[in-house]
Nanobody, 126 residues
């Protein structure tokens, strides 16, 4: 099993920045890729950003491209999501997720992920 714990959420003004962290523990060697998702009230969980451990490739949702950056610290088993130029539409609960499937592409569907964190709230005030 893999455990994921997110942190770093909070309240920020429009135009501001936040950095989310996701610490992985347990059988981390089984992780092939990780991603960030978000879910706003009344909406389905949506892909934000992710990477494939196999080749290091990253992929972003169009809505965050150029504003968000996913990165990782392998020594700390931690993945980050740097979020800049935040706007009200970014308000959501953000989830970290990991999958075991070995692939050269970044997976974007929630059902493709095996492990999930508890989520961290990000609220952007306009």
């Amino acid at each position: 099993q893999v455990q994921l714990v997110e942190s770093g959420g909070g309240l920020v003004q429009a135009g501001g920045s936040l950095r989310l962290s996701c610490a992985a523990s347990g059988r981390t060697f089984s992780i092939s890729g990780m991603g960030w998702f978000r879910q706003a009230p009344g909406k389905e969980r949506a892909f934000v950003a992710g990477f494939s451990r196999n080749d290091g490739s990253t992929y972003y949702a169009d809505s965050v491209k150029g504003r968000f950056t996913i990165s990782r610290d392998n020594a700390k088993n931690t993945v980050y999501l740097q979020m800049n130029s935040l706007n009200a539409e970014d308000t959501a609960v953000y989830y970290c997720a990991a999958h075991r499937l070995v692939t050269n592409v970044v997976l974007t569907a929630p059902l493709q992920y095996d492990y999930w964190g508890q989520g961290t709230q990000v609220t952007v005030s306009s």
